[in-house]
DNA sequence: CAAAATACCATGATATACCATATTCATATA
DNA sequence: TATATGAATATGGTATATCATGGTATTTTG
C-alpha cells in the first residue's frame, strides 16, 4: 500500500473536438486509491487550470471554518472564488475527462493539453504558455537560488 | 528495524539503447524497507539527474502545504518546478528503472551512469561530467579546509 | 423527438514485466 | 597468496500488459 500521492511529472494529452482528454494515468491512479474525484478550476493568477483531488479541497474548507483567523480576508476571497469556479470532474473507462469550455479558452488550450504535476495539486497549460511559463520560471531560479534551500533543508 | 537509510558510494552501471540502468542494490533495499519509490528530476543547477524517495518528496509538500498559504507565488513556481519535472521510478524484478530521454539528455549520459550517494538524496552522472565535479570538488576543499568541519559535525 | 452529453469498444504504439545469461564479488580453502 | 566456489548482481533479449486516442452506441435532457 503506497503512502504517498503526489502528482508529478509533465504530461501532454491530446485534447479531441468535444474536449475530451485522457487524465494521466498516475493521476488516476491517486483519484482511485483515495476514493475521490478530480476538481478543476480556472487559476486566478496564470493563463491554465488548476486542479486537484476534492478531498484537498474539503481540507481547506475545513481550516477556513475551524480557524477563521487564521486565513486573511484577502485570501478568505480568493477562496470563494475557486470553490465558486470549481467544477467536478469524473473520468470514464477509458480514464478521459471532458473539459468545457470555459476552462478551455482561460487556458487558451486548442490542440494538446499539457498536465503539470505541483505535488497535492496539478495544471493544465496549452503547450505555447507552459513553454513560456516554465522558462520564466527557470530564469527566476537561476538568479535567486536561496529559495531552494527549503528543499535541501528538509532532512530528517 | 533500521532508523537510517542513507545513499552511499558511488556505483557506476550500463545504460542500454532503452535507457535501463540498474538501480544500485543498496539503493534498492532502501526504497523496499521504507516501501516507498524512487523519484527522480534534473538538477536545477548541475548537469546531472538528481534522485531521492517519494517519502522525501511527501514531506516537502506537507511543509508547503502548512508552511505557507495557497496562494504564495515563490512557492507556486516553485512547486510547479520542482514535482512538475519529477518522475516516479519504480524498478523491475531484475532491478532496472528506465530513466526518460529528457533526464539523460540533461545529464548528458549515454554509455554509463554513475550513481553518486548524497544521503538522503543521490545522483546520477556521466563519467566525464563527473569527473570533472568530483575534481572541482576536491580542489575546494583542498583550498579552504574548514567547509569540511561544517560537513563532519552534521552527522549524527 | 432532436441535440447534447456520456459511456463503451477497438486499435496501435509504448512501456513494463519476465526469462536467460554473463559478470562481479565475497568467502572459503589449499 | 593464489585459486576455487557459490551467491548476488548486472545486462541482453523478448513476451506481455497498459495506455492514449479515434470511433460508435447509448443515455440524458430540454
Chains 1, 2 share one sequence.
Not at 478551455?104 to 497549460?125: P, R
Request: a negative charge.
Amino acid at each position: 500500500m503506497r503512502k504517498s500521492f503526489l502528482f508529478l511529472d509533465t504530461i501532454t494529452n491530446k485534447v479531441d473536438a468535444k474536449g475530451r482528454v485522457s487524465l494521466p494515468a498516475d493521476y488516476r491512479t491517486i483519484v482511485k486509491e483515495l476514493s475521490t474525484e478530480i476538481v478543476c478550476y480556472r487559476s486566478l493568477t496564470a493563463p491554465c487550470i488548476e486542479g486537484c483531488t476534492e478531498e484537498l479541497l474539503e481540507k481547506l474548507a475545513a481550516d477556513i471554518e475551524n480557524s477563521t483567523d487564521f486565513f486573511s480576508e484577502d485570501q478568505d476571497d480568493l477562496t470563494n472564488l475557486i470553490f465558486g469556479d470549481a467544477k467536478r470532474f469524473s473520468f470514464d473507462s477509458t480514464g478521459r475527462i471532458v473539459l468545457t469550455e470555459k476552462l478551455l479558452k482561460h487556458a487558451e488550450i486548442t490542440e494538446n493539453a499539457v498536465f503539470v504535476g505541483k505535488g497535492k495539486k496539478f495544471q493544465i497549460w496549452s503547450e505555447e504558455n507552459w513553454a513560456k511559463e516554465e522558462a520564466r520560471i527557470r530564469e527566476k531560479v537561476k538568479l535567486s537560488r536561496p529559495c531552494l534551500r527549503i528543499k535541501e533543508n528538509n532532512n530528517d
